[in-house]
Nanobody, 127 residues
Framework: QVQLRESGGGSVQSGGSLTLSCAASGYTISNYCMAWFRQAPGKEREAVASIDSDRTVRYAGFVKGRFTISRDNAKNTVYLQMTGLKPEDTAMYYC?????????????????????WGQGTQVTVSS
């Protein structure tokens, strides 16, 4: 059974940093496309970043160099390093996985692409 567990969320002040982790179990991530999404109250879930099995990375436009997605296949874990956090980054952050295949950018950053989801970790940024 595929399971994803996020951790690393918390409360920080504007300009601060956090690193989120997504630990996978029940399968090995090496052949999966992994992604981070977020959802703020009253808003739709949106993509933050994705990383393919070949380590191709894609970012949503609002990231603008502030976030870095990475994967450690040996640890079966995906990370999202976030710097320069802003109050508008406040949201529940979710990890997602989909069996590896060639994807367009739209697919890689699309909510409907992913089959497996974690429960989320809350990030709160205060001004």
């Amino acid at each position: 059974q595929v399971q994803l567990r996020e951790s690393g969320g918390g409360s920080v002040q504007s300009g601060g940093s956090l690193t989120l982790s997504c630990a996978a179990s029940g399968y090995t991530i090496s052949n999966y496309c992994m992604a981070w999404f977020r959802q703020a109250p009253g808003k739709e879930r949106e993509a933050v970043a994705s990383i393919d099995s070949d380590r191709t990375v894609r970012y949503a436009g609002f990231v603008k160099g502030r976030f870095t997605i990475s994967r450690d296949n040996a640890k079966n874990t995906v990370y999202l390093q976030m710097t320069g956090l802003k109050p508008e980054d406040t949201a529940m952050y979710y990890c997602a996985a989909e069996a590896g295949r060639e994807m367009t950018t739209m697919e890689a950053l699309g909510v409907t692409t992913y089959t497996y989801w974690g429960q989320g970790t809350q990030v709160t940024v205060s001004s």
